[in-house]
């Protein structure tokens, strides 16, 4: 009764309120878990007991049974020899067995029904105990993400110069780059007409040439024709 009493009491609990109430939620949620397997292991031992007695049960009812069958076999033969005392004391026997057999036929019953009280109570604590791993492994990293948050939180507090001085450096390399950039820009203009520079411009030569000679040709034919 106790082990079962302890099963209901973990299958009943609540992982989330046990978080809130816990100094150390993994120190607590590793135990949770260990009293779980502890207990899952205890039930399973016990759904074995209760189905090894089950079975004995089942034997002794089967043998009492055979036993009162026998007896009245025995009556039988007693009333064919005219041994009518034999025949009342072997009926008397076999009614024993009979009612040791319905005995043991409630006995069975009852363990049946206890074992599969036992085998849905096991299958219920190994479900639960599954869902509270998955459960455990979430709220342990959420546990260690607030921890860790808590604990960039105050470095931040503690370290608001380092900001300061971060600040800083980033406007300076800001400003040695914009610098860079201008003497980039500035070289650029030193160095004179850039390749692309140079193509453009014998593009626009070639194009020049081409309506020069249009024109000449213009020319040629006004004069041909005045």
């Known amino acids: 009764m106790a082990l079962m009493?302890?099963?209901?009491?973990?299958?009943?609990?609540?992982?989330?309120?046990?978080?809130?109430?816990?100094?150390?939620?993994?120190?607590?949620?590793?135990?949770?878990?260990?009293?779980?397997?502890?207990?899952?292991?205890?039930?399973?031992?016990?759904?074995?007991?209760?189905?090894?007695?089950q079975h004995l049960l089942e034997k002794r009812q089967q043998e009492q049974a055979e036993s009162a069958a026998s007896w009245r076999a025995k009556a039988e033969l007693a009333v064919k020899k005219g041994e009518d005392e034999l025949a009342r004391l072997a009926l008397e026997r076999g009614l024993s067995h009979d009612e040791m057999a319905?005995?043991?036929?409630?006995?069975?019953?009852?363990?049946?029904?206890?074992?599969?009280?036992?085998?849905?109570?096991y299958a219920r604590l190994q479900g639960k105990l599954k869902e509270t791993q998955a459960q455990c492994e979430m709220l342990v990293a959420q546990h260690r993400r607030a921890r860790m948050s808590g604990k960039a939180v105050k470095a931040m507090d503690s370290g608001k110069g380092t900001v300061v001085k971060s600040s800083t450096l980033r406007r300076f390399k800001s400003q040695i780059q914009n610098a860079e950039a201008d003497n980039h820009a500035g070289r650029t203009l030193l160095e004179g007409e850039s390749l692309e520079d140079k193509f453009q411009k014998l593009e626009r030569d070639g194009k020049v040439e081409q309506l020069l000679e249009e024109l000449k040709q213009k020319h040629g034919r006004m004069l041909e024709a005045g």
């Open 102 to 121: 319905a005995g043991f036929a409630q006995q069975v019953i009852d363990q049946t029904a206890e074992a599969t009280a036992l085998r849905t109570t």
């Open 5 to 53: 009493e302890r099963v209901a009491m973990l299958l009943r609990a609540n992982v989330n309120d046990m978080i809130d109430r816990a100094e150390d939620p993994e120190k607590m949620l590793k135990q949770l878990l260990l009293d779980m397997e502890n207990q899952l292991l205890q039930v399973k031992t016990q759904v074995a007991i209760g189905i090894a007695d």
